[in-house]
């Protein structure tokens, strides 16, 4: 990467924009995805380490299409083993299905139906299909109804051994949105919807040695990390986060350390860092990734609350710089709205881009869906270091220790994350990321992530500059 003009202070991603070079490439979907580092990422996406964001569904959607999500440190070791199994359980082409008995109620319906962003559910009796709820069935319908008395039953199913084209052409003919995936005996394995099957096409699943999707887990820098990190290991985690808002620290590289000496056979990650030097302590201690931010979230307000922090698109930059020289790599975390700053994010070095908030108003993330007073769908969002987070993670010690540790917060509590309804879900939001980011890659000229970091050129913009690219969804004239 090199710059146009010459930086004079540093830079968030607002304050940067690329420049066209010239491209031999044909197709966008000729650029190659894939991560550059041992993650075993197709695309660039991490899901962030939120309590509000990042669980079981989420994880295998995510999985599924070439990124994986981070389950938080806050959440039991035994919950997070179950999740980890869980996802590495889920087929690579098919999604999980959310299903009930005939004789369950609407009132239940209600509950589970927006758990996916298709919005159906699958009726099942003795493990085979028999009815489809959607929404639409439930509307104006007594909360106690069964579901055996509005359930569709004109059900078309499909084989397990169907092809994404199969499925898609099939589902077309039919003039249907979704059909229950069925195995020799009958039984209900998954969901497919014609959607998901073009995507089937234009995705590789991120998957481990064995075959199976891959998730990562995080462990904190405090009590005794080497046992939960071995726990975590042992569980099949795939990658380890070493998380702390604070990485360039001395338990930061203890617990690094201690976990190193396990000889894990899977990469570590460890942050947060915003310095060449930071990054260098980490890398010397045993990281392989490190993760790069300090303010840049939305939930965030360390840099309102403490004044310490960096923009983001430079601290990138330089702690990117600063790995590339050990043979290491970097997550870019938070700071990201729109798919440019991904693209700004990759092409600045990072292997990698963490998102939370963008992520977490989508059907997938495990938080409740809620409805304001105008009708608008939204999930509820907050900061990991916030008080909310601070008294779920301190659940178990005293109160005076609790209340001693309430006192201090550098996060939101509660935010409302909207669901936009042309893209609910977390596969909706992907599409759109990476379409832009591999238009990003052609416009450079760049077949492959580090061929974007080789070849970006990246000019320093006014604010007028950054408003000039905006889209105007009304006039600008009365």
């Known amino acids: 990467m090199r710059f146009l003009n010459t930086p004079a202070y540093d830079l968030t991603y607002d304050d940067v924009f690329m420049v066209p070079s010239h491209s031999d490439i044909a197709s966008r979907m000729d650029v ?89 559910l699958i009726v099942v009796e003795n493990d085979a299909p028999i009815g489809i709820i959607t929404e639409a069935d439930c509307e104006n319908v007594d909360r106690f109804t069964q579901l055996q008395q509005i359930m569709s039953r004109d059900l078309i199913t499909l084989n397990d ?42 995705y590789k699943p991120a998957i481990d040695s064995n075959g199976k999707l891959k998730v990562a887990a995080a462990v904190g820098i405090n009590g005794d990390v080497a046992a939960k990190a071995k726990f975590l290991i042992e569980a099949g985690a795939d990658v380890l986060v070493v998380d702390t808002a604070h990485g360039h620290q001395k338990k930061m590289i203890e617990a690094l350390k201690v976990i190193k000496a396990l000889n894990p056979k899977i990469p570590l990650v460890a942050g947060n860092v915003v310095t060449a030097e930071g990054t260098k302590q980490l890398i010397e201690a045993g990281a392989d990734i490190i993760k790069v931010g300090v303010g840049p979230g939305a939930m965030c307000t360390t840099r309102m609350q403490t004044g310490v922090g960096r923009p983001q698109f430079s601290a990138v930059l330089e702690c990117a710089t600063e790995a590339k020289k050990h043979g290491k790599t970097i997550w ?119 061929q974007l970091h080789e070849k970006a050129v990246i000019g320093i913009q006014s604010a007028a500059g950054y408003a000039e690219g905006r889209p105007l969804f009304t006039s600008w004239k009365n």
């Open 32 to 120: 190659d995805l894939s991560s550059p580092n041992n993650a075993g990422t197709t695309i660039p996406l991490v899901v962030a380490n939120m309590t509000a964001i990042s669980g079981r569904r989420m994880a295998e959607t995510v999985a599924r299409r070439g990124g994986i999500a981070v389950i938080p440190q806050d959440i039991p070791l035994e919950i997070v083993a179950d999740v980890i199994n869980w996802v590495k359980s889920r087929h690579l082409i098919f999604d999980t299905p959310v299903t009930l008995k005939p004789t369950e109620t609407v009132a239940d319906a209600i509950d589970l139906i927006t758990k996916r962003s298709h919005g159906a």
């Open 161 to 202: 051994d169907v092809t994404p084209r199969e499925a898609f052409e099939y589902l077309t003919q039919k003039g249907r949105k979704l059909a229950p995936v069925i195995n020799k005996s009958g039984k209900l394995v998954g969901i497919i919807t014609r959607t998901g099957a073009l995507r089937a096409t234009m």
């Open 332 to 450: 870019a975390d938070g700071g990201v709205r729109h798919p440019r700053d991904v693209a700004l994010a990759l092409a600045a070095g990072a292997a990698q881009v963490m998102i939370g908030s963008w992520f977490a108003g989508t059907y997938e993330s495990p938080s409740d869906l809620r409805k304001d007073n105008d009708g608008r769908l939204y999930k509820e969002s907050f900061g990991m270091a916030s008080a909310r987070a601070v008294a779920a993670r301190t659940a178990t010690e005293d109160a005076f220790d609790r209340a001693r540790k309430s006192l201090f917060e550098e996060g939101i509590s509660t935010s409302r994350m909207y669901i936009n309804p042309a893209r609910p879900g977390v596969e909706d939001l992907i599409d759109e990321i990476i379409a832009g980011l591999r238009s990003s890659c052609t416009y450079s000229g760049a077949t492959s992530l580090a």
